[in-house]
């Protein structure tokens, strides 16, 4: 059974930066792609970036673009999310999962998320 699990969430100010890491088991993250959305309270589900199987591309939501970026290793089976000049509309808690197939924001699974909250 695939199981991911969110860290490296906290509180930071704004223009700080954050990496978010996303660590596998139960599934081979090499075979897939990966990705990350997040939800603030009282707000709809937002997608985030995903990256290629390979590691070879990435797609990103137009809020984070050239602020985030999406990456993966294949040997350690983790995804990582480097966040920079955060802004406190980036303030919510963050998933990582797969999305259900390359190019779309939705999801199939995901795990039980990380908080990131951004001061102004």
């Known amino acids: 059974q695939a199981q991911l699990v969110e860290s490296g969430g906290g509180l930071v100010q704004a223009g700080g930066s954050l990496t978010l890491s996303c660590s596998a088991s139960g599934v081979l993250l090499r075979n897939q792609a990966v990705g990350w959305f997040r939800q603030a309270p009282g707000k709809e589900r937002e997608f985030v970036a995903a990256?290629?199987?390979?590691?070879?591309?990435?797609y990103y939501a137009d809020s984070v673009k050239g602020r985030f970026t999406c990456s993966k290793d294949n040997a350690k089976n983790t995804v990582t999310l480097r966040m920079t000049r955060l802004e406190p509309e980036d303030t919510a808690t963050y998933y990582c999962g797969k999305p259900t197939s390359w190019g779309r924001t939705e999801f199939d699974y995901w795990g039980q998320g990380t908080q990131v909250t951004v001061s102004s």
């Open positions: 990256v290629h199987w390979s590691g070879g591309a990435s």
